[in-house]
Structures are given as C-alpha cells and as structure tokens.
C-alpha cells in the first residue's frame, strides 16, 4: 500500500486557515492531521469545536483527529458531530481504554491509540487487534517543531512486527519532526502514515513538498 502523508494543521497559518486547507485539499495529501490539546494533558491549548467544524467545512479528505485531552470519553460524539473520520485518544490518559475504543467505532469512526515517547509498544499488545492505527509520538506532545527522537525507528520496527505477529489490520502512523531526510527510513521501518508539520507549512512550495513525502 502507498503510505499515507496526512499534514498537521497546528503548523498552518491560523490567520489564514481556510487559504492551508484549500491547499491540502489540491495536494497529494491523504489526511487532514488535526491535534487537540486540552492544556492538561499537555502543556499547550489547540482547536476546540468551532474550529473543527469549521476546518470540517472546507476539507475535502478525512479529518484524522489526535486527543491530546484528559477524559476524551466525554467528548467523543461531538468529534464525530464536528467531522472526525479517525478519533486516535492517548494510551495514557485512557483507563478503560477498550471501553473508549469501542464507542469510538460504535460511533461509526475509525478508532486510534496513541502513544507518548516513553510509552513502550508491548503496552499495545492486549488492545492491538481491536484498533484501526496507532500514532507513534515521535517527539514528547504538546508543540510542533520539536526535534525528531531517534529512538522512533526502532518502535516503529517493534509495532510492525507486533502487528504482523497479532495479524491485526491497524495502521502505523508517526507524528512529530516527520521531515524528508527522516521519512524513507520510516517507511521502510513500516510506518503506514506520516504526519507533517512544519515540515509541509514552513517549506517554500508545500505541495511540493507533500509529493516529495508522498514519493519515497
């Protein structure tokens, strides 16, 4: 299967936002990549409600939707409401995390498990079968434009054989300082899906710069 490049909104031009999306939308790019931080969980605020429906409106490829929040249970169908294709909720802010993935595809939407930095991948094992994807933090969350980890390789090798091993058709998607010297390696790892942030946004020609991530 090709990979997926799914480009970050935090990393657009928030003055110009409809301008980023319209973009994407003309781009290679499979996936809008949008992180929801709820200044708890993470050290930082990002897009709540309004903005997603808003974004909703003019994207014209599926909303791929990170929590980054304490308690997502309480919000998972206005995630739906608002556009959500993927809802992926954090490993470490989920207690009950079956019931959590359950709802989210009960709710008709593809269902994701992320994992911080420190997290180890074998922490995956009893809910891998269950998922649609995993996002891989590859740097510690709550900013964009931190450094890449390089530690990710190997838990990127690791997930794929885990998932290869529990025959389990979730997808490997890796998030944070995602750029075009690092994103061939990640792929031949077997990552299925590359979020790009600054990388995408910060580039003189971003849809260039998409089709180069989209080439490897």
């Known amino acids: 299967m090709n990979h997926i490049v799914a480009p970050s909104l935090l990393s657009a031009d928030f003055g110009n936002l409809q301008r980023d999306i319209e973009m994407v939308n003309g781009s290679q790019a499979d996936w809008f990549h949008i992180d929801v931080m709820d ?3 993470v050290p930082n605020i990002s897009f709540g409600f309004p903005v997603l429906k808003a974004i909703q409106k003019h994207a014209k490829k599926p909303l791929d939707v990170h ?3 304490t308690n997502p249970d309480a919000y998972l169908e206005q995630f739906r409401d608002a556009g959500a294709s993927n809802l992926s909720v954090h490993l470490e802010a989920c207690p009950h995390l079956h019931r959590t993935v359950q709802a989210i595809r009960a709710l008709g939407m593809k269902a ?3 994992i911080n930095p420190h997290t180890p991948v074998s922490s995956l094992a009893g809910i891998i079968t269950e998922i649609d ?3 891989l933090m590859s740097v510690n969350p709550g900013f964009g ?3 890449f980890i390089e530690s990710t390789f190997s838990k990127v090798h690791q997930l794929h054989e885990l998932i290869i091993s529990h025959k389990s058709p979730a997808l490997i998607e890796v998030d944070g300082g995602v750029d075009l010297a690092n ?3 990640l792929k031949r790892e077997g990552a299925d899906a590359l979020v790009a942030g600054n990388t995408v946004f910060a580039s003189k020609d ?3 710069t998409i089709s180069k991530l989209k080439s490897f």
């Open 133 to 135: 994807l995993v996002i």
């Open 145 to 147: 434009g931190q450094k």
């Open 67 to 69: 929590l980054m929040i």
């Open 206 to 208: 971003p849809v260039d």
């Open 39 to 41: 200044g708890v969980f």
């Open 112 to 114: 994701g498990v992320a």
């Open 183 to 185: 994103a061939p390696r």
